[in-house]
């Protein structure tokens, strides 16, 4: 689940912000911090795409554009979600989660019924989201997947799984502290607000 989310430049005062935030024991100057908030325009990302990531350096967060979705076993398979449940065990995944972690801003995100009508989540006070992930790869061949969880009350009634959602306060514990990773691949995502153009169709 979850193979399309929105960004939009609205998304970088938040961006900028959270650098800071998570920045302030690292002290990167103010120059630093603005060369690494990457200029975004308003648009849907689909796998294979490359979108704005937070990664986490010894001199501080930055943001830069990385390509959505991991090489599969098969040719031409893309593999761009992995369970919460099973990344530390599995192979393919458990050294990104330990060593490459990342943050995905998104500005909302995508999911479809049972019957294929579209859903859009966002968060109850309206700031970016921020999506749990990990990178792969280097230079030209990095690659980053998202991080998925059994659904909370919010998705639950439209899919049975969505993104791992950090709160502001876990974004310096998932990028720097190894010790945290295990907790919050466990964590319960907050409570998302849902739009849905179907039903609002429904009331005429």
Not at 6 to 19: A, P, S
Not at 78 to 102: D, Q
Not at 130 to 155: H, P, V
């Amino acid at each position: 689940m979850c193979g399309m989310y929105f960004v939009d430049d609205e998304m970088e005062d938040d961006i900028e912000r959270l650098i800071m935030m998570v920045n302030r024991e690292r002290k990167p100057s103010a120059e630093a911090v603005q060369k690494s908030i990457p200029k975004l325009k308003a648009r849907t990302v689909r796998p294979t795409e490359e979108a704005p990531v937070l990664a986490g350096y010894e001199d501080g967060v930055t943001c830069r554009f990385v390509r959505w979705g991991l090489p599969g076993f098969q040719k031409g398979q893309v593999i761009f979600n992995a369970r919460c449940e099973t990344a530390l065990e599995r192979p393919m995944f458990r050294a990104g989660v330990r060593n490459s972690r990342i943050v995905i801003p998104a500005a909302c995100f995508y999911e479809w019924n049972s019957r294929k009508e579209k859903n859009t989540f966002r968060r109850k006070d309206g700031k970016v989201l921020c999506f749990a992930g990990f990178c792969q790869g280097s230079g030209e061949e990095e690659r980053f997947a998202m991080l998925t969880t059994a659904a909370n009350a919010s998705m639950a009634p439209i899919h049975d799984r969505m993104p791992l959602i950090l709160e502001e306060s876990e974004i310096e514990p998932w990028l720097y502290q190894p010790d945290w990773t295990e907790s919050l691949l466990r964590k319960v995502p907050g409570e998302l607000s849902r739009e849905a153009e179907y039903e609002q169709l429904s009331l005429f």
